[in-house]
């Protein structure tokens, strides 16, 4: 007889022990072992038990584990959640099988040896039938289903409690979550705002929705929000960076004239647009988007262009703003020269529209709903045992959850969008459908998408900055990684899993628009590289970006306005104090939208930070160093954004690696 030591490590996480009967069985080149009970009564969380395994002979190489559960007489059944299972053989080899899965049921669960296979590289014919029935599970239980035309497909689920344990949220997420929930709304129900559909009488009323959840900087912008570079500083470093861009040309339907616009040391407009000192935000994606109706009362949702300047001081400045998009006389172009109120009113309605553009498209479309269809195929497509299964599983923690909760709570028939909010309803597929057609794959690649948008010199763009450097330390990991397991094209191109996985992102996700030049299959190295960057950029960066700022720009809300409740000025000189306060959202509809602003900035307990990764899938050498130097470097750039935001008025935070999650989770 030989033997071999099984240590098993359980999962350090709520209910994650088990009192029920574990049976492994080992399986390698030469044989396999009897079905063996691992004998305790209990297998506590956290634990790391050793076990032997008996066989009369050697079993060769270790090719998988096969586990199973079941209730012992006494014991109801539960929930065993294993992280992985080290073998020692008896020629002293070490085996180390990456689990990382909740075991509910009484079937036969197998797990391969954790070093990476690609599908061509499998040589025993068990661990071919492990890969195809892992496969053929997981097809069945990550589906599609179609949720609008035009708008990428989704998850296939009736609520998020029947989603696979794996993709649900933790028992410490999901209570934190819910608590969050609840006392924001009872805290407005205490006060009575639920149902308060009354104008607001005085802004500094507004104060009282919360008072204690205010954060540094949503009290600064409490205090200066009616400030013009404000107002431009946003368009840089606010929760919507990606729309402005370099204007040289005026767009024609914007016609702003030189006598029109006051530019500082003697200079005029044609002078500034020549010189590149001209910056544009065109709200072009929301025109004739129907707006909703609240609380039985037509909203006003409008699609404005607004011209910006930066001034030799650097400065950026608004210096028109025309709230349609075809030019007209009920459609007056505005500027900071006109009266208070005519100004201020054109800047509400540009943020309330950039409210729609960056919820729906920069938000919940270019980041939530991607990393969903990312995920989902992903999960679909490759097994557990694929290197790029390894690279990206970290990186969809939890978004299959929050998606669904988000199509629940907020986009849903009974949701907070379509109840409260301007682009609700009607509007808001239609605005998701335009986004998508619209979506290239340069603009989801930031090092591209500054470029298009000829940014790459204007001063006081951290965004940029920080985003910039976070796309390169990702891209130098997923490199590394991706060099050890692809040693040339035709490897790529021999990956028959990595292109399903492809074409599923293409078709669900894109729904095979070829326009967005998304690649439909990998040919080479550098394409495979440059698209699982994205990936990760995506779920990781670009959400914090534009989520973590969320209460900071929208907790005081006359800067951030989920709806408007009057029409847009269709001439001058007719606006005041009085029809501003008419134009903001009421009472409850406020009460609403803070509340939700700042549930969704809220950092998770068990948030993981980027580059962290608690679960081992990789156990080679080459790729575990990998993780290393790329967590190594990303401490460096948060150092150095530490100390770059010490010099800030208003330090720029999101992309802090410390403060990026690993997936998009909230
Ligand atoms: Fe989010």
Sequence with gaps: MVDYEVTVNTGNRVKATTSNNVHIKLVGTDGESDRTLLKSTVIFRGSVSKYTVSCPNSLGELVLIELEKRPSKILPEDSWFADKVEIKSPENDVYIFPVYCWISDRK??????????????????LGQYAREQELSQRSADYDWDFYAPGVPYTIKTDDPSTLPDEVKFSFTKKTQFAFTAATALLELKLKGLVDNQENWKNLDDINDVFRNKDTPLSDYVQEQWKEDWLFAYQFLNGVNPNLIQRCKTLPE???????????????????ELQQGNVYLCDYKNLDGMPANTVQGKQQYLTAPLVLLHKRQDD???????????????????????????????????????????????????????????????????????????????????????INELARDALIGPTGLFTQFFASGGEALTKILERSLSSITYRSLCIPDNIADRDLQDVPNFYYRDDGLQLWSIIFKYVQ????????????????????????????????????TEIPQRFTTVPELTKFVTMVMFTSSCQHAAVNSGQYDYGGWMPN?????????????????????????????????????????????????????YP???????????????????????????????????????????????NSVAI
Aim: proline share 7%; charged share 20%.
């Design 108 to 125: 036969t669960h197998r797990y391969r040896e954790g070093k990476a296979l690609r599908i061509f590289e499998e040589s025993h014919s």
């Design 253 to 271: 339907n914007f016609p702003v004239t030189d006598d029109m616009v006051v530019i500082p040391d003697g200079s005029n407009l044609s002078n």
């Design 315 to 401: 400065k950026l400045m608004p210096i028109a703003i025309q709230l349609k998009q075809t030019p007209a006389e009920d459609n007056p172009i505005f500027f900071p020269t006109d009266s208070t109120y005519d100004w201020l009113t054109a800047k509400i309605f540009v943020r309330s529209a950039d409210f729609s553009e960056h919820q729906l498209n920069t938000h919940l479309l270019r980041t939530h709903l991607l990393a969903e269809v990312f995920a989902v195929s992903l999960l679909r497509n490759l097994p557990m045992v694929h290197p790029l299964y390894k690279l990206l599983i970290s990186h969809t923690r939890y978004t299959l959850q």
């Design 480 to 515: 590394g990684v991706i060099q050890y397991y692809y040693k040339s094209d035709d490897e790529v191109q021999q990956d028959s899993e990595l292109q399903t996985w492809i074409g599923d992102i293409f078709e669900h996700g894109f729904l095979s628009q070829s326009q």
């Design 560 to 612: 951030t306005p989920v709806t408007l409740q009057r029409a847009p000025p269709i001439e001058k000189g007719t606006t005041s104090e009085a029809t501003m306060l008419e134009t903001l959202p009421p009472i409850n509809v406020t009460a609403q939208g803070m509340a939700a602003v700042w549930l969704l900035s809220r950092q998770s307990l068990d948030f993981v930070p980027l580059g962290n």
């Design 615 to 661: 679960e081992t899938h990789y156990i080679e050498e080459t790729p575990c160093q990998l993780q290393m130097d790329f967590k190594k470097e990303l401490d460096m750039l948060a150092f150095t954004i530490n100390n770059r935001n010490k010099s800030l008025e208003i330090p720029y935070t999101y992309l802090d690696p410390k403060n990026v999650e």
